[in-house]
C-alpha cells in the first residue's frame, strides 16, 4: 500500500550516519543520496519490497519540524531485534521514550513487541514486532 515514508531532517549528514547505523540493525544498507530537482538533498533506504523510507531536507528551506502524533514503525523479526533497533538508535544519538523496550498488552492485537525512540532531529521512530 505504502510507496514511501518521509521524515525531514535539519542536519543531512547527522542523518545519514544515525540512520545507516539504525536501519543496518534491520538489514538495511546505507542509504542513497539523491538530489532532488530542487537541490535539496535525500536519503533513499530501500528493503527490497518496493517501500522506501526517505530522509530530507525540506524542499520550502524551512526548518524540519516533527509532527505531532506521527510514528514510524519499522517491522522486526523478533523481539530480540525490537531492543536491538532500540539501544542502536540511543548509541547512534537517538532518545529513548515511552515505557522502555518490551512487550505490550494490547486489546485488539493480543502482545506485541515495541520500542520507541526519537531520532536527532526529533521525529518518533519505533520497531515493532507481532509474535506468529
Keep these: ?42 536519503l533513499i533506504y530501500n528493503n527490497g519490497n518496493g517501500t522506501n523510507f526517505i530522509v530530507s531536507q525540506p524542499i520550502n528551506d524551512e526548518p524540519a519540524s516533527v509532527a505531532n502524533g506521527s510514528t514510524v514503525a519499522f517491522s522486526c523479526d523478533s523481539p530480540e531485534q525490537v531492543k536491538q533497533l532500540h539501544d542502536t538508535a ?13 512487550p505490550r498488552e494490547t486489546a485488539s492485537m493480543g502482545t506485541i513487541e515495541l520500542a520507541y525512540f526519537r531520532d536527532p532531529d526529533g521525529n518518533k521512530l519505533c520497531g515493532i514486532h507481532f509474535p506468529a
Aim: charged letters at 20%; a negative charge; zero cysteines.
Design 90 to 102: 540511543v548509541a547512534a544519538g537517538g532518545t529513548s521514550i515511552e515505557a522502555p523496550p518490551g
Design 1 to 42: 500500500m505504502l510507496f514511501h515514508t518521509m521524515v525531514g531532517s535539519n542536519d543531512i549528514e547527522q542523518s545519514k550516519r544515525f540512520y545507516d547505523t539504525v536501519l543496518g540493525t534491520l538489514g538495511a544498507g546505507e542509504g542513497t543520496r539523491n538530489i532532488a530537482d530542487s537541490g535539496h538533498t535525500r
